[in-house]
């Protein structure tokens, strides 16, 4: 058995009888509607119904019975054997430990939210080191509360998708500053009062840390639901999210919600992943409806090897025309199995989007780099991270043009003269964000002392290759200057190359012994190796 911890108060949770497991469903049904007769236009019809004096419209048919859980005992069996498999096979991870052994309830609600946030979009194996590196750093939410954005950006950096540290951290300042430092205690309260807290963190955290029977769906329960219920139709529908809450919270174990939810979340991280889900060591496969319909194609074909076959029709399945279904232009395909489920609707396709990027370099101590680094602004995508000057290129933007304006661009923002031609390139890096397909055109120029910026423009550094990695700096800008670390390898075992060639002669006339530092003008006609 996982161990209990002490819980407040929880809300109310008692076990579901058969009537509170039909009230959920026949809610739900009414919330998503037939396909003829969804909710709003059945409300209005109903409302016109009355006014005109006719009988009230009848309610929308219940879905068919293959997309429900509605046994009570199936449910019960689902939820033991669900559990009895976490318990013995769950990954040992830190907020788990610190879930289940804080007594605090605020600092319990705080790590998981903590965990939450950062595993929003990220493996589970990349966020737990960064994990315990920010639960040392602030434990609590009042020591997150008087932390820096800059701090959190410097931390979160290399996690992706920055705005989720951002708004932890204003929300934790929310909590402390304007609820006394109490975390809201129920999935609508901090859904509610928290921003960046959606419906599913809420959840998360209403039912780990506080014991709250409520459910979640992300896109691993998502997946598993699907194939439990053979749901086919797009499941970021509205009608589809609608149905696939109520059976997270029609399902989910009264007395141990938190890790009812978690062990939903690991059997679709762990067994039943995406492409080759691992059925035959699956602890619920028994109320699987998708692998049930393999066998039953898998008996069929055997029977009709042998000249017998037989398929009988479920008394549950859908007779078509089903909302739930796959639609009728993407039938179930046998080749594919229980990956048949979830269907989702196309992606969109990612902006295309190109970016001129220099990496202003100079010498620093005993000759290692320096790079001059910038700070974007405080608000939009990457808000407050370090990165090298860049300038966004307008679409369809000539190769050479590019070079022009990004020199006219440092050029306004050092206030020296760049020409083009001093821009040496380095190569194309790309970077994919969530909805950005992002393009950094790089270039380098390398700069003979200190650089006076206008203290009116952005925020700027410069710092050695190791204070860069320690910066708050993204990936993409990590991939930019191993692209020019790259190139300056290379340059640096042809020049010792071709000084090997030219022999001692050349030694000594017009080179520069090392440490000096040459003029701006000189050192950009000098050979770019640092
Ligand atoms: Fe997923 Fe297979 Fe288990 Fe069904 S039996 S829930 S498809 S792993």
Redesign the pocket.
Known sequence: MAPRRPRDPAPAASGPDMSQLRAVAARGLRRSGGRAAPQQPARQSRKGASLRGGAPAPLPAPPPAQHLFSDPAEIEALRGNLLAWYDRCKRDLPWRTLAATELDADRRAYAVWVSEIMLQQTQVATVIDYYNRWMQKWPTLQALAQASLEEVNELWAGLGYYSRGKRLQEAARKVVSELAGRMPRTAEDLQKLLPGVGRYTAGAIASISYGQATGVVDGNVIR?LC??RCIGADSSSPLVVDRLWDMANALVDRSRPGDFNQALME?GAT??VPKA???GE?P??QH?R??RRVEKELAFASQKLFGKPTLVPDVEDCVGGCPLCPPATEPWDSSLG?TNFPRKAAKKQPRVVKTATCVLERRGCHGAPEYLIVQRPNSGLLAGLWEFPSLLLAQGLQEEKQQEALADHLQAWMGWPVAARDLQFVGEVVHIFSHIHQTYVVYSLPLDGDVTLDPASSPSRWVTEEEFHASAVSTAMKKVLKAREKQRGKESSSVTGSKRKRGAKSQGAGSTSPGTQLSLRAFLRAPTAL
């Open positions: 598993v194939r439990l059997l067994v039943c889900p691992l059925c699956c619920v496969k699987c998708a692998r229980v």
